[in-house]
C-alpha cells in the first residue's frame, strides 16, 4: 500500500490559489486542501493524510477523517516536519511505501534517510491537475455513452415506450 503524506501548510503555501485564499481565509484555504486531495485520493487509492501544525490552530492533537482522508492537527508545541517525520518512520516497512509532499528541503533530506520518497508540492500539483483533466474525460466519455435495450426494437417503439413511461399521451 502506499501512503502520502501531506505537509498541509507548506502546501497551502505553494499552489497559487490556496496562497492567495489563505491571506484572506485559512480555513477555507485548508477546507479546499482537504476537498482537492480527497478527490486525489479517490483517484488514485493511496492513503492519505494531511498535516497541519498547531502554528496555525492552537490547541490540543486533534484527528480527523474527511473525505476519506485524515487530517491531523499537531500537538500546540509539535511542528508538522516532526509529526510527518515521526509517522513516516512509523508508516514505513516492506508493504508500505510512504511518500511526503513538501518542498521544504530540509524535510525532504530527514525523510529520505527514514526510506521515504518525495513529492514537491509543484509535482502533486501537476500530478493532481492531470488527474482532474482525466476525471473530466471519463464524466464527458460516460455522458456520450446511450443506453442499449437488451431488447432489439426500433426508435418509433422506444419513443413510445418512453411516453408511456414519463405519463404522457
Request: aromatic letters at 14%.
Given at each position: 500500500m502506499n501512503v502520502l503524506l501531506v505537509d498541509g501548510y507548506n502546501i497551502i503555501g505553494a499552489w497559487p490559489d490556496l496562497k492567495k485564499m489563505k491571506d484572506t481565509d485559512l480555513g477555507q484555504a485548508r477546507q479546499l486542501l482537504v476537498e482537492m486531495l480527497a478527490e486525489y485520493q479517490s483517484y488514485t487509492g493511496v492513503r492519505l493524510i494531511i498535516v497541519f501544525d498547531a502554528y496555525h490552530v492552537r490547541g490540543l492533537e486533534n484527528k480527523q477523517k474527511n473525505f476519506n482522508v485524515e487530517v491531523i492537527y499537531t500537538k500546540e508545541n509539535e511542528t508538522a516536519d516532526e509529526r510527518i517525520e515521526k509517522l513516516a518512520?512509523?508508516?514505513?516497512?516492506?508493504?508500505?511505501?510512504?511518500?511526503?509532499?513538501?518542498?521544504?528541503?530540509?524535510?525532504?533530506?530527514?525523510?529520505?534517510?527514514?526510506?521515504?520518497?518525495?513529492k514537491s508540492a509543484r509535482e502533486l500539483y501537476i500530478e493532481l491537475t492531470n488527474i482532474q483533466q482525466e476525471i473530466k474525460k471519463d464524466v464527458e466519455s460516460h455522458k456520450q455513452l446511450k443506453y442499449q435495450s437488451k431488447i432489439p426494437m426500433n426508435k418509433e417503439i422506444r419513443d413510445i415506450f418512453e411516453k408511456w413511461r414519463r405519463g404522457d399521451k
Open positions: 518512520g512509523e508508516l514505513n516497512d516492506v508493504r508500505t511505501q510512504v511518500y511526503v509532499a513538501t518542498s521544504d528541503y530540509a524535510e525532504q533530506r530527514t525523510i529520505f534517510a527514514q526510506g521515504a520518497f518525495r
